[in-house]
């Protein structure tokens, strides 16, 4: 079965970042062993998939005073053979919250009490509890469904790409996070200056006030996810993506929006064949 059809922005801190209490779980997940990037999504769709069947709201939730047994953090893990490693929790309970909660505030209330396995009142309480577990943190990891946000390329350099063709397809980067951090704010005053307060503004601003965040000596992965197994291996060896974007990037900061909307023609037509298949499904 491929992967949930998301993409992953992550971010893997040094493992001191981890040390005492609060990073317990987080040290108990790296000593029964890291997952592989490939895996988290499907792993986080079982550990849902599982509450659900299970008539419970997250992954976690005990059976009326009975524990699951389920682990409650599972990590990724860069640079374990070599250093201090850098870890990546996949906070996947308080992310699964904050979808609870986001769908409570955006959808009609007969949906959420005939979709939820408790009634609403019930789910925003267990939804913010769950969600106050990460207490002054931030989640490491945001998702995004049958797409790559555009902004996200800003924070790459096309040259540093790795492809993994095959069984277990993969497109991903990795970045310094001091280095996203400049990307991020480099390109946020371009798209500001050229097209004002527009949507890949505010998401530059919020991806950059994401990364502030976390540790100075943290990694930044951007990564293709199952969105990997929508495309043909000659599609994803010729992707441009990100390349595309740093064209656009520089023929809007010096005033060219004609060769920036073509840029964005061609991203459109790319990623065209992702939304022609999520209408199809």
Known sequence: MPGPFLSYLRVYEPLRV???????AVRAALARGPIAPERAGHRERDLCLRAQVGKRLLPGDAVGSRP??????????????SGEPLVCPLDTRPRAAAAVLS????????LCASALPVPPATARRRAEAALAELGDAAAHVVTATWTVPL???ALVDP??????????RRVSWRIPIGTARARAARAERIVRAALGQVGPTEVLAETDRWLERFDRASMVELDYGGLVDLFDEAALRTDTSAGE?????????EGDTETAAAC????????????????AG
Do not use: C, I, N
């Open 245 to 253: 974007v740093a064209r656009a990037l520089r023929a809007l900061g």
């Open 103 to 110: 769908f409570l505030a955006e959808e009609d209330p007969v």
């Open 264 to 279: 964005y023609d061609r991203l459109r037509e790319f990623w065209g064949v992702v939304a022609g298949k999520q209408r």
């Open 151 to 153: 902004p996200w390329f």
């Open 159 to 168: 040259d540093d790409r790795e492809l993994r063709l095959g069984r277990r």
């Open 68 to 81: 699951t047994g389920e682990a409650s953090v599972d990590v990724l893990v860069l640079g374990a053979g």
């Open 18 to 24: 981890f040390a005492g209490p609060s990073g317990a």
